[in-house]
């Protein structure tokens, strides 16, 4: 089975600065997703972000990037120039897929962050 | 595109009484939707998946004959609350995929039982 583990249950920041999140994940698996998710107060679950574990490259999206250690099973999300709109509670999740991708497991969410950005 | 829709979005009902609650895909066919429940500032505990024309998977621990789900169509899967108990009273939050992998969440249904 695997796991998911987000070490910081909480974590503010100033609006403009960066941040970090922090994820560790285990698992036997050597085809995977990992995703990171973001629920703000309205409970909208939104997807931030996708790495796929056979790209070497860390995936991004525009304020939004990874910082993915295969060997080490990390997968942090790092969140430059800060917005009040992305106060929210950050979930990362991990999903196994078999070899040539033809079927996708379902969602491992770990325990989540809830990250206050502060005007 | 990708939109998730719940409804209903909040629901009281008194204890005893069952409770539907509707998923749907609104602009893609999902072979598979899933169904989660979340207390406040938790994380989203998986209850089942469900596959289009087939029987629910319940996780461990989750009661069948209490979370009713059907998955008739491409587009819509439920979740009735049979008998529904104070207990009960959480939030339930759908998701639907389409045949990749990532999974679209609806905006969620706050179930309240007194």
């Known amino acids: 089975a695997q796991t998911v583990t987000q070490s910081q249950p909480e974590m503010s920041v100033q609006e403009a600065e960066t941040v970090t999140l922090s994820c560790t994940y285990d698992?036997?698996?050597?085809?995977?997703?990992l995703f990171w998710y973001k629920q703000p107060p309205s409970r909208q679950m939104i997807l931030v972000i996708r790495?796929?574990?056979?790209?070497?490259q860390n995936a991004t999206e525009n304020r939004f990037s990874v910082n993915f250690q295969k060997a080490a099973k990390s997968f942090s999300l790092k969140i430059s120039d800060s917005q009040l709109g992305d106060t929210a509670m950050y979930f990362c999740?991990?999903?196994?897929?078999?070899?040539?991708?033809?079927?996708?497991?379902?969602?491992?969410f770990g325990q989540g962050t809830i990250l206050t950005v502060h005007p | 595109g990708a939109v998730v829709s719940q409804h209903p979005s909040r629901v009281i009902c008194k204890s005893g009484t069952s409770v539907k609650i509707e998923c749907r895909s609104l602009?893609?066919?999902?072979?598979?939707m899933f169904w989660y429940r979340q207390f406040p500032k938790q994380s989203l505990m998986l209850m089942a998946t469900?596959?289009?024309?087939?029987?629910?998977?319940?996780e461990q621990g989750v009661e069948k004959d209490k979370f009713l789900i059907n998955h008739a169509s491409l587009t819509l899967s439920t979740l009735t609350v049979t008998s529904a108990h104070p207990e009960d009273s959480s939030f339930y939050i759908c998701?639907?995929?389409?045949?990749?992998?990532?999974?679209?969440f609806g905006p969620g249904t706050r179930l309240l039982v007194l």
């Open positions: 998701s639907a995929q389409p045949y990749k992998e990532t999974q679209y």
């Open positions: 698992t036997s698996e050597s085809n995977y997703y």
């Open positions: 790495q796929e574990a056979y790209k070497q």
């Open positions: 999740a991990f999903m196994k897929h078999n070899a040539g991708g033809t079927s996708y497991g379902k969602l491992t």
């Open positions: 602009d893609f066919q999902a072979t598979t």
């Open positions: 469900s596959n289009e024309g087939s029987k629910a998977t319940y």
